[in-house]
């Protein structure tokens, strides 16, 4: 930390491209102002300090994928020392965060990207490493057929962000597996365009359109006994992966698709082979079911 009270020599302050800098003439501007509207960060710095370079470079990285939901200002307390001077600043680098016109909230020294992350934390609620880590859990469930545990994580996510797509398309896909088709239709309705296509929403838009197909297909005993009776008959063998598909008997509905390709890989255009893609899809691309399907697939498609 460098003391104010100590003389430096010169040298470039360390604000970054995404930060600007602000002045004592437009500090109500870029600060008092635009608090009202999302969490404004200010780093007060010097231009003889190393570690406020460090720190703005931690600062930039960490705010970076938070765009839009904070804002980073610098102000170098050598060229306008007015502000610091109102608030106590007698060390820097020193941050303060502002919401609705005041600082909320405030740290002094260099602190490392881990207490960074957590003190934004405090202000915007998980960062993206925190969040990935969330949908991974959430994900992990509902490949597991833990739907419970899956949608509280999904839904703790959507309150921060209400049309985050990895979270709708898993909380869609959730309702899917529950049943719920109707109310999936209309959460994945409600996003945007320009999250048409995340792979979560392709994902949950694949469960549900896998899952329409199944809902009139009748008893799976029938199906059954077709397949039995006419080992041929890939019209009730593809009918018989989708019921098994939406009994999430994922296993035995892609092994319905696999013996049909291998009976007869043509038959109605390749229609069992593009069918078991749309279930990788529905799966996840990542699922063990879908991995696991996809080597059995490759090994019969090119042995």
């Known amino acids: 930390m460098v003391d104010l009270a100590m003389g430096g020599d010169g040298g470039m302050p360390p604000a970054g491209a995404m930060a600007r800098a602000t002045t004592t003439a437009t500090f109500s501007a870029d600060v008092l102002a635009e608090s009202q509207r999302l969490p404004v960060l200010v780093h007060f710095l010097s231009k003889r300090s190393e570690g406020c370079r460090t720190l703005q470079a931690v600062?930039?990285?960490?705010?970076?994928p938070l765009e839009g939901k904070l804002k980073l200002i610098t102000m170098d307390i050598d060229a306008q020392p007015q502000i610091a001077?109102?608030?106590?600043i007698r060390q820097v680098p020193a941050v303060y965060a502002f919401q609705r016109g005041q600082p909320v909230d405030g740290f002094v020294g260099a602190l490392p990207e881990a207490q960074v992350k957590s003190f934004?934390?405090?202000l915007v609620g998980p960062l993206?490493?925190?969040l990935d880590e969330a949908l991974s859990e959430a994900d992990a469930a509902l490949a597991a057929g833990d739907a419970q545990t899956a949608v509280a994580i999904f839904s703790a996510i959507l309150e921060q962000d209400p049309e985050h797509p990895a979270a709708t398309g898993g909380m869609a896909r959730a309702l899917v597996g529950a049943g719920d088709l109707d109310a999936a239709r209309e959460?994945?309705?409600r996003l945007p365009e320009t999250a048409a296509k995340d792979k979560a929403v392709v994902a949950?838009?694949?469960?549900?359109?896998v899952a329409d197909q199944a809902s009139g297909l009748g008893d799976l005993a029938d199906l059954v006994a077709k397949v039995q009776v006419d080992p041929a008959d890939h019209q009730a063998r593809y009918d018989?992966?989708?019921a098994l598909n939406g009994k999430n008997r994922r296993e035995e509905a892609a092994d319905a698709l696999l013996a049909s390709i291998k009976l007869d890989r043509g038959w109605n255009d390749g229609a069992a082979r593009k069918q078991l893609l749309q279930f990788f899809e529905a799966w996840g691309l990542m699922?063990?079911?879908t991995l696991a399907a996809r080597r059995k697939l490759s090994t019969l498609l090119f042995s």
Request: negative net charge.
């Open 204 to 209: 949950a838009r694949a469960a549900l359109d």
């Open 120 to 122: 934004l934390e405090r």
């Open 240 to 242: 018989l992966a989708l």
């Open 59 to 64: 600062l930039e990285r960490a705010v970076r």
């Open 85 to 88: 001077g109102r608030l106590g």
């Open 128 to 130: 993206d490493d925190s």
């Open 187 to 189: 959460l994945l309705d």
């Open 287 to 289: 699922d063990p079911m």
